[in-house]
């Protein structure tokens, strides 16, 4: 008996012991291929990357587009003494570092458990849709870092302290200029002293109040502005079929936690409607029927989730947007996936739990190993690159005019080395519509062409062509064009060279 005791005793030991071994292999490996793909690849870089450091460089009127904070930082010491790429890296590098170090802040909390949490935390943080957004070279990365800190205040903070509410203060009111997506706290913080009963939560929402209208007072063109004042007028139908398609994404992309991004957008809309439907309702009364339980860790975090969703897709829907996408969502996918992780570590569904990681890190490898075998990534490591190559200079010395177009079929490898100049993609498969990618028709396209084929002739722009097609190498054998090959990429400029 004394056996068979003992063999009950330690059997769930064992039974615990192999899950937890398996999800530490997982985010082991997981974070392996995130130090490699950030190794050869660096920061991701996108159009806004340039706007950024644009703003550092003189061109304030960029602000009515985007937060001031990011151009704020990379222009303050040490990091206004180090060279371009440097200073984006490196505050990149301290995003990243400062997100690791709150997860382990975390899971401090969580004391038995504390590898159950650090581990799942940590593969939220290294999953794909986490290193796309915590990987980039601008704002968003900069907000990913204060959210987390914003959150393990929140959360897991001592209200207590004296210090507490006005920290919360003082963050949330950065937050505003860090990125605007921030205003939907003041909702979120109203609805919390109305459940927590705690006035010192007025003085946070009284913060970010004070902070937008500052804002406002001091860039009003500002993104927010332009948005709320530019929406086209829709009939019921259009506005009843934009509900539809941004409530269907946002079930696609929370479903794209496990199954990818990519593969969840061929869940058929009508399905993910429905699904959405009814999450929205889980949600909804699952945050109604608890305000009595909200020291129990999953209500702010399924509050915050829930608040963020309803403020981002109403707004979509006041200004017609249709920009619903993992990039636009990680606050949200944040917070659900860590209530996810704990309701399955407090139930002890440790199998159920290693199950979803390997399907998290499944898509997340696969993520990796399709950008390790592209020719060409939008990456800071490949734009420093051709920054210290010939072809950049050489692109320099052929440019006909001080104001010269380039246009280019990858602008990120060029952006940061044209700062001065407008540099922008040849030839585009896709128009960036009301936040959404269209196709561009085949008519339209050949307009393209043309149109860029006009400027060409008039000496107004440059053409610089990685991968040219048969179209542009006829126009290069063309008299009125002076045609330069430069290692396999196609330089086209009038014909008479810039003296």
């Not at 009515?64 to 590098?93: A, G, M, R, W």
């Not at 209200?159 to 706290?185: C, D, G, H, R, T």
């Amino acid at each position: 008996m004394e056996e068979r005791d003992t063999r009950k005793q330690t059997a769930p030991k064992k039974e615990n012991k192999y899950p937890l071994t398996g999800l530490a292999i997982l985010v082991s490996l997981l974070m392996g291929a995130s130090i490699v793909s950030f190794w050869k690849f660096g920061s991701y870089l996108s159009p806004d990357t340039l706007s950024y450091l644009r703003i550092i460089h003189g061109f304030p009127n960029l602000l009515t587009s985007l937060s001031p904070f990011y151009p704020f930082l990379l222009d303050q010491p040490p990091l206004s003494f180090l060279p371009l790429f440097e200073k984006i890296l490196i505050l990149n590098v301290i995003a990243i570092g400062l997100s690791l170090w709150m997860i382990y802040k975390i899971a401090l909390h969580a004391g038995k458990k504390f590898y159950w949490v650090l581990l799942s935390f940590g593969l939220s943080l290294l999953s794909w849709w986490s290193f796309r957004v915590l990987g980039s070279a601008h704002a968003d990365s900069v907000f990913y870092v204060f959210l987390l800190i914003w959150l393990y205040w929140f959360v897991w903070g001592d209200q207590e302290e004296k210090y507490y509410f006005p920290a919360m203060a003082i963050l949330s009111a950065l937050l505003i200029w860090v990125k605007l997506n921030a205003l939907f706290l003041i909702p979120l913080l109203i609805i919390w002293t109305l459940i927590s009963r705690k006035k010192g939560w007025l003085l946070v929402a009284f913060s970010c109040l004070i902070s937008w209208v500052g804002y406002q007072w001091a860039i009003p063109e500002n993104i927010l502005h332009f948005h709320v004042t530019q929406p086209e007028a829709k009939g019921i139908g259009a506005s009843l079929y934009l509900f539809y398609e941004n409530l269907a994404t946002w079930m696609q992309v929370t479903l794209g936690l496990f199954i990818s991004d990519t593969l969840s957008q061929y869940i058929p809309r009508a399905l993910a409607f429905a699904l959405g439907i009814c999450w929205v309702g889980f949600l909804g009364l699952f945050l109604v029927f608890h305000q009595g339980k909200r020291e129990n860790k999953l209500y702010p975090l399924l509050l915050f989730g829930g608040v963020y969703s309803l403020f981002f897709l109403a707004f979509q829907q006041w200004t017609g947007y249709k920009e619903v996408n993992s990039r636009t969502l990680f606050p949200y996918l944040l917070v659900i996936s860590w209530a996810l992780w704990i309701v399955l570590i407090r139930t002890e569904k440790k199998r159920l739990l290693l199950v979803l990681a390997l399907l998290i890190a499944g898509h997340t490898f696969t993520g990796h190993l399709l950008l390790w075998k592209r020719d060409s990534v939008s990456s800071l490591t490949e734009a420093k690159s051709f920054h210290h190559s010939n072809l950049k200079d050489k692109i320099a010395s052929m440019l006909p005019q001080e104001h010269a177009i380039i246009r280019t079929d990858y602008p990120e490898k060029l952006m940061l080395s044209f700062m001065d100049r407008e540099v922008i993609r040849l030839d585009p498969a896709f128009r960036f519509v009301d936040g959404k990618n269209e196709p561009i028709s085949a008519p339209e396209r050949k307009k393209e062409k043309e149109m860029a084929l006009a400027s060409l002739m008039e000496g107004k722009e440059v053409l610089v062509i990685f991968k040219p097609n048969s179209y542009w190498k006829n126009v290069a054998e063309n008299d009125s064009v002076y045609a330069l090959v430069e290692k396999d990429v196609l330089i086209l400029v009038g014909s008479t060279l810039p003296k």
